[in-house]
């Protein structure tokens, strides 16, 4: 009688052994998340075996991967806040947890940044000449709209024009490659993608939430390259509506303090109400643009 009990007991033990196995668990590190970057990193814990799913307000449903019971999600953010519904099933069983993701503020409109980046990389491909010909455009179009021109200086000025835009549309095709797309769609997508230099945006109904610019660390000892990651992080800073100087100074003060004290973080740099934070990979340098 006594072996049958504590066969039943150990019996017993072994099924809700085995049942607790088999039960589908879900946490999340928070419930409100905030933008660290371009997107809100989600984060939590669940079966090593279980299949993640989730859904962005009323969005499709996206699977992730789960490592060893871990997983991510990296919700891009709005200037709303958005619902992300989490879905784990291990089994037949599933379990579901609902977090936020609170509003980010947009760096600006992606049309408008875009439009002065790209406008300055072409100019800045011109010709001394032919930027001196933009420059005094810009005045004779004024006195031709006053009336101050007569018809001899008319027809100069639509000459200086067809030259202009001719030598703008050679500068901007020898430059395509460094130019911020059109319409890029909603999303984290690569911008921009050179040798030296990588552009990520993180764009919501045009609203750019953040940028990021990369560069290979090698690269940088080049000085080529170095000027190209110059150039692109002055325009990025001045497009987005920042004081270029400021920035890059505070940026060259902390290179060379890295240069002596191999230091691999500083301060966030602030300028107009634009954010630009440093991180390091072991090969790459990471410059975050937010707001």
């Known amino acids: 009688m006594k072996k049958t009990v504590v066969g039943l007991v150990v019996s017993l033990g072994l099924v809700s052994l085995l049942a ?41 449903t996206h699977k992730t991967s789960v490592r060893e019971g871990i997983y991510v999600v990296q919700v891009p953010t709005t200037t709303k806040q958005q619902t992300v519904t989490l879905k784990a099933k291990t089994g037949s069983k599933t379990i579901e947890k609902k977090v936020t993701v609170a509003a980010g503020t947009a760096v600006g409109q992606y049309q408008a940044i875009a439009d002065k980046y790209n406008q300055a990389v072409i100019g800045m491909a011109l010709s001394k000449a032919d930027q001196a010909k933009a420059q005094s455009l810009q005045k004779q179009a004024a006195a031709a709209k006053a009336g101050q021109l007569a018809p001899a200086q008319l ?40 040798d030296n230099v990588v552009i990520r945006g993180a764009i919501a109904d045009q609203d750019v939430m953040g940028l990021t610019l990369i560069a290979p660390i090698k690269a940088l000892k ?3 390259a170095l000027k190209e990651f110059g150039t692109s992080f002055a325009l990025l800073a001045q497009s987005t509506g920042a004081d270029s100087k400021k920035v890059m100074s505070e940026f060259s003060k902390f290179t060379k303090k890295n240069k002596k004290s191999n230091q691999t973080t500083m301060k966030t740099i602030t300028s107009n109400g634009v954010k630009f934070n440093t991180g390091f990979s072991a090969s790459h340098l990471y410059i975050y643009i937010t707001k």
Do not use: R
């Not at 088999?22 to 984060?43: D, E, F, I």
């Open 155 to 194: 027809m100069a000025l639509q000459q200086t024009q067809k030259d202009v835009q001719a030598a703008m549309q050679q500068a901007k095709t020898a430059k395509k490659d460094q130019l911020l797309p059109a319409k890029p769609a909603d999303g984290v997508h690569q911008l921009v993608k050179t």
């Open 222 to 224: 080049d000085k080529a």
């Open 20 to 60: 607790g196995c088999g039960q589908a668990k879900l946490t999340t590190s928070k419930t409100n998340y905030h933008q660290n970057g371009m997107v809100a990193v989600v984060k939590g814990t669940t079966n090593k075996k279980a299949h993640l799913s989730y859904q962005i307000d009323q969005g499709a």
